[in-house]
């Protein structure tokens, strides 16, 4: 049952992860078909991604009212829909539309995953969970940029939309078979806005979850920053086709599928600040090696996208144990908690790579320091968070 619920949370959280990557290769022939510029087809991204955000601050919430498997469904559905109405856009705008939609549903598997590994596991078993569902999750960025680049040479891009509304289908059958309910009716909180806003107010006001929600999306915004580039630093920068994303997304995803690994293993024995700081250790070594690089060099492959898979090596193995001593410190609010952080992380990914992206990504060197501040941002949130 532990696999399996693993498995079934992993590929809940793919959903946003596959939205995101998947069309990428085909952002300059959206451009093309629609004609609209780079900067209006990178929109298709943030759009995306500002939704993801603001709707991951009531999946938690709702999930904690209505039950965790209910509201997972609707939004399964929700996804799957635009997912469909994406590959059959007639303009633009419709686009924008079904991206809007696809973003509002695509976050309440990975919000709500996390508030269901919490309502199961204490400790360091769910530390230890959530660095496997990191791990299994990772294949997803890793493939979709292959699977897209793919998709789009031979059958054009809007196959890729219709690969993604096949798989929400698929989520939504796993959901049906394989994931109980795991918040029975007498645990939930009462809907009552007042009551809701109180809560909200609670966590919003606590100073050390906000400083390790920071923490986590700052530390997320290297990786965000490359991902907003990736078109441009894959076909421009290095000079590949649509087919090459795999050099980018193969380091990055590795590199945290083995953080992952490495860091689940050791949650039993070593304290969460300990993990944190060899997190944070790996990645400022990532970003020093990468700015060195890129200052000495032009850049190429394979050296460009080495410290990389070294950045989200550590970021694998910190964030798990930033995530859960946040999520702990609301246990009769895990599900709104959850959403916070969510919504913390994501809207810095969707600030970085939709307005901090289309500034650096013509130069690989730019990329790199844009990395390096993130990572002096998180570790000064992190090292703010912890007590006296």
Not at 47 to 64: C, E, I, R
Not at 179 to 202: C, D, W
Not at 296 to 325: D, E, K, N, R, S
Not at 355 to 363: E, K, N
Request: glycine share 12%; net charge positive.
């Amino acid at each position: 049952m532990y696999r399996t619920l693993t498995v079934v949370l992993a590929c809940l959280g793919m959903a946003g992860a596959l939205a995101i990557d998947t069309y990428l290769p085909s952002m300059p022939a959206i451009g093309r078909e629609f004609g609209v510029g780079p900067v209006a087809v990178q929109q298709t991204l943030s759009v995306f991604l500002f939704t993801f955000a603001f709707m991951m601050l009531f999946y938690g919430t709702l999930s904690d009212s209505f039950g965790r498997r209910r509201v997972i469904l609707v939004a399964l559905v929700l996804y799957t829909i635009g997912s469909v109405g994406a590959a059959f856009a007639p303009s633009f705008g419709w686009l924008l539309a079904c991206r809007a939609l696809q973003g509002l549903s695509a976050g309440a598997g990975s919000v709500i995953g996390q508030a269901i590994v919490q309502d199961r596991l204490k400790g360091a078993e769910a530390q230890k969970m959530m660095s496997n569902i990191m791990m299994v999750f990772g294949l997803a960025p890793a493939i979709a940029p292959v699977v897209g680049g793919w998709l789009h040479v031979h059958f054009g891009w809007r196959s890729t939309f219709l690969f993604l509304a096949a798989f929400g289908a698929l989520l939504i059958a796993m959901t049906l078979r394989l994931l109980p309910e795991s918040l029975p009716v007498e645990r939930r909180q009462a809907f009552h806005p007042g009551t809701i806003a109180a809560n909200y107010m609670k966590v919003l006001t606590h100073p050390r979850f906000l400083l390790l929600s920071l923490s986590v999306g700052m530390a997320f915004g290297g990786l965000s920053l490359y991902i907003g580039s990736a078109a441009n630093f894959v076909m421009v920068i290095l000079g590949l086709p649509e087919t090459a994303f795999a050099w980018m997304f193969i380091p990055l995803i590795g590199g945290m599928v083995l953080g992952s690994g490495w860091g689940g293993k050791r949650a039993a024995s070593m304290a969460p600040g300990r993990l944190a700081w060899i997190g944070f250790g790996t990645m400022l070594a990532a970003a020093l090696l990468n700015i060195g690089y890129n200052a000495l060099f032009p850049a190429a492959v394979p050296w460009a996208v080495l410290p990389l898979a070294l950045y989200t090596f550590g970021l694998a193995v910190a964030m798990p144990a930033i995530q859960v001593t946040a999520l702990s410190l609301f246990p009769d609010n895990r599900g709104l908690a959850s959403s916070m952080l969510g919504f913390i992380q994501m809207m810095s990914f969707a600030l970085v790579s939709g307005l901090v992206a289309p500034i650096l990504f013509d130069s690989a060197f730019k990329l790199a320091c844009g990395v390096g501040a993130g990572l002096v941002l998180s570790a000064g949130a992190w090292r703010a968070s912890r007590p006296a």
